[in-house]
């Protein structure tokens, strides 16, 4: 290996470790920082392809921040990028939850992180605003794709789920793309569904004999690589993967214990999915942890692998590039509302108000970096507890 992969081996692990550390508020949080990492700072992407990652994770199951951190790795250094990035991400995460769910084994109880919250969440919006202002401004190009943009925004604050809205801008980009160029649109939307069933089709056979298997470490290990495998969508819908497989067909959880772990991957910096991590201590130790913890995140690796290839041939052709253009502003408009809804539950005084004006303040007028606001927030957000 060379001096100089090396150290962009080096530069990766230390701004993911950093990440997975103080990354508090879920994948939108998580990608507004690392858009401001590594576009705004160290330049390793331009916004045109951080967009095309960002549209290319929410194509695929999984969790879409850590998926984000695997493919600025396979950017930035090849496949050993790809692992060390994912891996530092996830890896404060899986510290922090397994420290808990000790703590929750031994005392029966989870460590409260109320006044660490109340400070970091309006500092958060304010990071993922900004964030999503510079990439929008990238993204919509044209006053159609405003338009769609603002149809997917519309669409997903109504209810309606978030694939079948990533689904249909996907197919009018294709479309719109297929009428400025005719006869090349339909090899180009092949690849990409060809591709798309590929990687969705092939795991749906992995937690095939589970069943009622005695508590053991590879059926723990089927269940969460099945998990890690098919499922889109928010740590709600984690919560009913799992009450399905360990509640009420398994029951090897309890409801209580299986909604504390939830709330433990929501409460903690880095992704939701170490909820994994503290089933699998509460269920085997150590052990358990360790297989859970692999087993939900490891088809995460597999599929930015595979998916990651196909981008820049898919940007060569000018139809694909309409559907991709489609797919990114139904990406950061699903963001957008997302953003909305946490700030309706961050804000919810003067003094977090306060909070989340002067981060936007401190992050536009003197570009105070994500991470450090994001701290200040959650030691504000203690003192401001403590006084009250």
């Known amino acids: ?47 045109e392809e951080f967009l095309d990652y960002v549209g290319a994770t929410n194509l ?10 695997i493919h600025v790795g396979r950017a ?54 900004q964030a999503l202002w510079g990439l929008g401004r990238t993204a919509v190009k044209s006053w159609w794709l405003a338009a769609l943009g603002a149809a997917a925004a519309a669409a997903a604050a109504l209810g309606v ?22 006869g090349t649109g339909a090899r180009s939307l092949g690849l990409a ?5 590929g990687v969705a089709g092939a795991p749906v056979v992995v937690a095939g004999g589970v069943g009622a298997a005695a508590l053991g470490l590879w059926p723990l290990f089927g269940i969460f690589l099945k998990v890690g495998a098919v499922l889109f969508g928010s740590g709600y819908v984690l919560l ?23 709330a433990v991957g929501q409460v903690t910096p880095g ?28 088809p995460a690796f597999v599929y930015v692998a595979l998916s990651g290839v196909l981008l820049p041939r898919l940007r060569r052709s000018s139809v694909a590039r309409s559907a991709l253009d489609g797919l990114n502003v139904a990406s950061l408009a ?39 606001l994001v701290l200040g927030g959650g030691v504000a957000g203690l003192l401001l507890r403590s006084l009250a």
Not at 81 to 96: D, E, R
Not at 193 to 197: D, L, R
């Open 1 to 47: 290996m060379t001096s100089t992969a090396r150290a962009r081996l080096g530069e990766l692990a230390r701004l993911f470790l950093k990440l997975g550390t103080v990354g508090f508020g879920g994948p939108a949080a998580h990608i507004a920082m690392m858009e401001d990492e590594v576009v705004r700072r160290r330049r390793w992407l331009s916004r």
């Open 60 to 69: 695929i199951p999984g969790p879409n921040s850590t998926e984000m951190a």
């Open 76 to 129: 930035r250094a090849g496949t050993p990028g790809l692992i060390v990035a994912g891996a530092c991400f996830i890896a404060p995460a899986v510290l922090v939850v397994g420290a808990i769910a000790w703590a929750y084994v031994r005392f029966g109880t989870l460590p409260a992180a109320a006044g660490v919250l109340y400070g970091v969440k309006p500092v958060v919006i304010a990071v993922v605003l």
């Open 161 to 182: 789920h978030e694939l079948l809205v990533l689904a249909g801008a996907l197919v009018l980009g294709t479309l719109r793309g297929r009428a400025s160029e005719p």
């Open 193 to 197: 569904t060809a591709s798309g069933a």
């Open 240 to 262: 009913a993967f799992l009450r399905a497989d360990l509640v009420s067909r398994l029951h090897w959880l309890t409801e209580r214990q299986l909604l504390d772990a939830v």
């Open 271 to 298: 992704p939701v999915f170490t909820t994994a991590t503290f089933v699998g201590y509460v269920l085997r130790g150590v052990p358990g942890a360790a297989v859970a913890t692999v087993g939900i995140f490891l």
């Open 334 to 372: 699903l963001m957008a509302v997302v953003t909305w809804q946490l700030a309706a539950a961050a804000l919810i005084d003067p003094w977090t108000g306060v909070l989340a004006a002067a981060a936007a303040v401190l992050l536009l007028r003197w570009r105070v970096n994500a991470s450090w």
